[in-house]
C-alpha cells in the first residue's frame, strides 16, 4: 500500500503531524456542575454534550477535535456522554438556561452560559474567539 501513498498524495507516519490529545474531562455527576460553576468564575469551561449513537454528532466531535488547538491552560474542556448521563445533560440545561441540542458545545464564564452551539455549527475556532 505504500506505494499507492506515494501516488496518491498519502503521508508516511513520520511525516504525519502528531496531534496532541485534547484535555476532556469526564462529566457524570450532577455534582460536577457546582465545580464547573465555581471555576467558571475564574476560567472558562466548555462542555461538550456527545450522543454516542449519532453519526452527525460524531461528526461534528471529529471535527471540533481536529480544528481543536486552545492551550490547556486557557480553558477546562468537559466531554458528556449524555446517553449515559441524560440526568446531568438535563441539569446542564435547566442550570445553564441553553435548550438541549446533541450535539452541543456550551461555553460557561462566570456561572452563565455565554455562547454555545450545536450540530454542524459546532467550531473549535469559534469556541476560542469566545475565550
Known amino acids: 500500500m505504500g506505494i499507492f501513498n506515494s501516488f496518491f498524495g498519502g503521508k508516511s507516519s513520520e511525516e ?3 496531534k496532541q490529545a485534547l484535555p476532556w474531562q469526564e462529566l457524570k455527576t450532577i ?5 464547573i460553576t465555581e471555576v467558571s ?3 472558562p469551561v466548555a462542555i461538550f454534550k456527545h450522543s454516542t ?3 452527525i454528532s460524531r461528526m461534528a466531535l471529529r471535527s471540533f477535535e481536529a480544528q481543536y488547538g486552545i492551550d490547556h491552560n486557557q480553558m477546562d474542556l468537559y466531554y458528556l456522554d449524555l446517553k449515559a448521563y441524560r440526568q446531568v445533560s438535563d441539569e446542564v440545561g435547566y442550570r445553564f438556561q441553553v435548550m438541549h441540542q446533541s450535539p452541543q458545545l456550551i461555553l460557561i464564564k462566570n456561572g452563565t452560559a455565554v ?3 450545536s450540530h454542524g455549527s459546532i467550531s473549535a475556532i469559534v469556541l476560542e474567539s469566545k475565550l
Open 115 to 117: 455562547y454555545h452551539d
Open 16 to 18: 504525519k503531524e502528531e
Open 53 to 55: 449513537t449519532c453519526g
Open 41 to 43: 468564575k475564574t476560567r
Open 31 to 35: 455534582a460536577q456542575l457546582d465545580t
